[in-house]
């Protein structure tokens, strides 16, 4: 079956990079995304990778894919305070749900 | 903004009692996805509708149930509640294409079972 695992808690000063860890375990995933969830509030779609990818830049934020590893990150480049949130890895299968992990807590230090 | 709307965005019920928890979907999508989100951890997938027939369910039981109209907006069903219910339930809408499709969320229900 599918598992995403996360670690819960990640803190970095404002101006550093952050960098979110991810595993998944479902060789079949097509797509893998990354979420952002402020308290209170719903999921913010900030990026994707294709399975048949490495690497994508969208602005601040980096996605590295080890397909072979079955590991995904997301490096936030210049990290803010605004960027202090819970941030979700999801993977889809062929059944087309997303698969969450528990999510990760990024704490902004000024 | 992605679009997605959902109704209400709180909502207190008792144990045994039924709720109907409603979504909107962006335009020019046709699935709809819904989600549970327990205090403290990812959310669950639920179930999924395309085209107004069921298009994949999770580990839910039955008393859990869903429609899609034909504007794609969409409606949750959870009868007999229970207290494990309560959670912040999440809607997605997206568009299904053959290689994927991207999952956009609405703002989510509250529900606390009392």
């Known amino acids: 079956g599918e598992d995403v695992e996360q670690s819960l808690f990640l803190s970095v000063r404002e101006g550093d990079s952050s960098v979110i860890n991810c595993t998944y375990t479902?060789?079949?995933?097509?797509?893998l995304y990354w979420y952002k969830q402020e308290p209170g509030a719903g999921l913010q779609l900030l990026t994707y990778?294709?399975?048949?990818?490495d690497m994508k830049q969208d602005q601040r934020l980096t996605v590295l894919l080890n397909k072979k590893d079955k590991h995904l990150s997301l490096r936030i480049a210049d990290t803010q305070t605004g960027d202090s949130a819970i941030y979700f890895c999801?993977?889809?299968?062929?059944?087309?749900?997303?698969?969450f992990g528990s999510g990760t807590q990024l704490t902004v230090l000024p | 903004e992605t679009g997605v709307t959902q109704s209400p965005t709180h909502l207190i019920k008792t144990r045994g009692q039924q709720v109907t928890l409603r979504c909107s979907s962006q335009s020019g999508h046709n699935t709809v996805s819904w989600y549970q989100q327990a205090l403290g951890q990812g959310p669950q997938f639920i179930f999924q509708?395309?085209?107004?027939?069921?298009?994949g369910r999770g580990n839910f039981p039955p008393r859990f149930s869903g429609l899609q109209f034909p504007n794609y907006s969409s409606e949750l069903n959870v009868n007999a509640l229970e207290l494990d219910d309560s959670a912040l339930y999440l809607c997605?809408?997206?568009?299904?294409?053959?290689?994927?499709?991207?999952?956009?969320f609405g703002p989510g229900t509250r529900l606390l079972v009392l």
């Open positions: 997605a809408s997206s568009l299904m294409e053959p290689g994927g499709e991207t999952q956009y």
């Open positions: 999801a993977e889809t299968t062929a059944a087309r749900q997303l698969t």
């Open positions: 509708y395309y085209r107004e027939e069921e298009n």
């Open positions: 479902d060789s079949s995933s097509t797509y």
């Open positions: 990778i294709f399975s048949n990818m």
